[in-house]
């Protein structure tokens, strides 16, 4: 049989034909397993989405403190259980609500509502642990954080921690040391008048020696009272009984009586002071004169404390244009600066001053600092580890 050369071109055109469909077969399959692979991973990551958001909401739903989410118009988007408890109502009636609309036929939740508000109707304020009485016995303490997850998603996270048992404790421990501080300043009184009556020679005569352990008695006497009136100072200011009768007055008159008071305790340590006071006489302030007293007579006791003996200790009084400025300057021990932050709390003092002066409650700053407070005023202070202190406080003028 004659092959023609013509017939071998329908043979290599079919062979072509059948490779090209293999290759084709070949892609589909690849892009086959290729989108199973990705819905794979779609299923794996939804499903460990999932698992994190049940993860996230069992901790919000275990949560001891209440949680508001807020979205950017101020719309309650979740509310947790404790949340809940806090406001007294469920998350059905919440969820949706403009929380500046919310209300309660229960608690007063004005002042929670007040304390979000800021400057705008319907803006929230950045708050961290305010604390709020919505209740007779009933405290919250507030925080806002705001979420930024997006360009244009904003959330809001109100955190609300019931310390309601917190305050009555608190009270508790107050109502406490008030009473124990009254029931021991009675005896301490008959104690002191009495070894004052034996000093004076009013039930005969004493010898030296006696005298000598007496006054050593009267003056520790002396200094149990003084804590005793501290605690009972620090009483009245958290029950809020710390009563001011302000009357206007020159705060230049209250530091020269202050420091007249002092001169014998400044001659025993040889401790020079210098004073600078304006020549012309600085604006009257409104204060308690008593209380006032109480803020002059400690900075200056502490300064005289913590200097050594020969020391100086500069006091001056200026204005600025609204206020009093009193500046107290020693050339002390000085504050360490790991324990600056801490000065002003109750029963602090600081690690250096305890070695070189062991008496000495840790309530006078606490004291002074409410006080200044209390009459609108501010304090602070500057200091160097064994170079000095300078404190400050400011008082409105009238």
């Not at 904003?154 to 310390?163: E, V």
């Not at 600078?276 to 005289?304: T, W």
């Not at 070695?355 to 006078?364: D, F, Q, V, W």
């Amino acid at each position: 049989m004659e092959i023609k050369t013509g017939d071998a071109f329908p043979i290599e055109e079919a062979e072509e034909q059948e490779n090209l469909m293999k290759l084709k077969d070949e892609e589909f399959r690849k892009i086959r397993l290729a989108f199973l692979n990705i819905l794979e991973d779609t299923e794996e990551a939804r499903k460990s989405a999932e698992k994190e958001r049940n993860k996230t909401l069992a901790i919000i739903k275990n949560l001891t403190d209440g949680l508001l989410l807020l979205d950017d118009n101020n719309r309650i988007k979740l509310v947790s259980p404790a949340a809940e408890i806090s406001l007294e109502q469920s998350a059905e009636k919440l969820i949706g609500q403009n929380v500046f609309k919310i209300t309660s036929e229960s608690i007063d939740i004005a002042p929670l509502l007040q304390e979000l508000s800021g400057e705008g109707k319907n803006e929230v304020k950045r708050l961290f642990k305010k604390e709020i009485k919505l209740g007779e016995k009933f405290y919250l303490e507030a925080t806002t954080v705001f979420l930024e997850t997006g360009l244009h998603d904003k959330s809001i996270l109100l955190i609300l921690h019931d310390i309601s048992r917190d305050k009555l404790i608190e009270a508790m421990k107050t109502e406490f040391v008030s009473v124990a501080a009254h029931q021991l300043r009675t005896p301490l009184s008959a104690i002191k008048w009495t070894i004052r009556m034996i000093l004076d020679g009013d039930v005969g005569k004493i010898s030296a020696d006696q005298r000598d352990l007496l006054e050593k008695t009267y003056a520790s006497n002396e200094r149990m009272i003084t804590l005793i009136n501290d605690l009972l100072n620090v009483t009245r200011i958290e029950e809020g009984r710390f009563l001011y009768k302000p009357e206007p007055m020159q705060l230049e008159d209250l530091v020269d009586a202050e420091i007249k008071n002092h001169e014998d305790a400044l001659q025993m340590k040889k401790i020079r002071i210098k004073l600078d006071m304006p020549k012309e006489l600085l604006p009257e302030v409104s204060i308690d004169k008593e209380k006032m007293g109480i803020v002059v007579q400690n900075l200056i006791e502490n300064a005289i404390k913590y200097t050594q003996e020969g020391g100086l200790i500069g006091v001056s009084l200026g204005k600025d244009e609204n206020n009093v400025i009193f500046k107290i300057k020693d050339s002390g021990v000085g504050i360490p600066e790991d324990q600056k932050e801490r000065i002003f709390s109750k029963f602090f003092r600081g690690s250096n001053v305890i070695k070189m002066e062991t008496e000495g409650s840790g309530l006078g700053l606490y004291t002074t600092k409410n006080i200044v407070e209390a009459h609108r005023g501010k304090i602070w202070f500057e200091s160097k580890e064994g170079e000095g202190t300078e404190f400050y406080f400011t008082l409105p003028a009238v």
